[in-house]
């Protein structure tokens, strides 16, 4: 079946490193891509998405580009800030698959001032 | 503001309660979702509605009783729980159920057993 796998956490960056939380799925159909953010005592957010290969999702400084030749939908940041500090889910919808979100286990990002 | 309201935020209980967690979503989807949220788990999806018809649920013990009285609003009545069902409850909601839409999701609520 579908499935979504993230680097391990936590990760912890000083304040204005570049950030990169790396991301691969396996999928049968033509799935869309997305990443979520949890930040503490909240729920998830939208960050970012991308439906069709070579599609680039952004959104507040993040990044992430849709490789189909390496199944990956890697998240990038510039320079991240404390205020990024939070949960980063990776997760695909396939149409195939009923439309059923299927997420990664989520990435601790910790940024230090 | 996400849309998605979900009530209480915070829900303590014992064992022998009986207790009911609302979400209400403001978006006009079609489709809701009620999903489990352990520490150190992936997120589990419990239950799927699609236009206020259950049409999905990966096996949750039936101390779990969802209910969706109209597209807008979703019930997921708890009754007899176990310590291990200590966890973050998401509510979500999307446009369609198959599509490639994003899901929206609520705060949640964090309900603990005593």
């Known amino acids: 079946g579908d499935s979504v796998t993230q680097m391990e956490g936590p990760v912890t960056l000083s304040e204005e490193a570049f950030l990169t939380i790396n991301c691969t799925y396996t999928a049968t159909g033509y799935p869309s891509l997305f990443w979520y953010v949890q930040y503490p005592g909240e729920g998830l957010q939208l960050l970012l998405k991308a439906t069709k290969a070579d599609d680039k999702g952004s959104n507040k400084g993040f990044e992430a580009t849709y490789r189909k030749e390496t199944t990956s939908f890697h998240l990038e940041k510039g320079s991240v800030q404390v205020s990024d500090s939070a949960v980063y889910f990776c997760a695909l919808s396939d149409y195939n698959q009923g439309g059923k979100l299927i997420f990664g286990q989520g990435t601790e990002l910790s940024v230090k001032p | 503001e996400t849309g998605v309201t979900q009530t209480p935020r915070h829900l303590v209980m014992g064992m022998t309660n009986k207790k009911s967690l609302k979400c209400e979503q403001h978006?006009?989807?079609?489709?809701m979702y009620w999903y489990k949220q352990s520490a150190k788990k992936p997120l589990e999806l419990m239950f799927v509605?699609?236009?206020?018809?259950?049409?999905e649920n990966n096996s949750v013990p039936s101390r779990f009783s969802p209910e969706c009285p109209n597209s807008s609003h979703l019930f997921l009545h708890l009754h007899t729980l176990q310590p291990e069902d200590s966890a973050l409850y998401l509510c979500?909601?999307?446009?369609?159920?198959?599509?490639?839409?994003?899901?929206?999701f609520g705060d949640g609520t964090r309900l603990s057993i005593l």
């Open positions: 509605y699609s236009l206020e018809e259950r049409v």
């Open positions: 979500a909601s999307s446009p369609q159920r198959q599509s490639n839409q994003p899901q929206h």
């Open positions: 978006l006009g989807h079609n489709a």
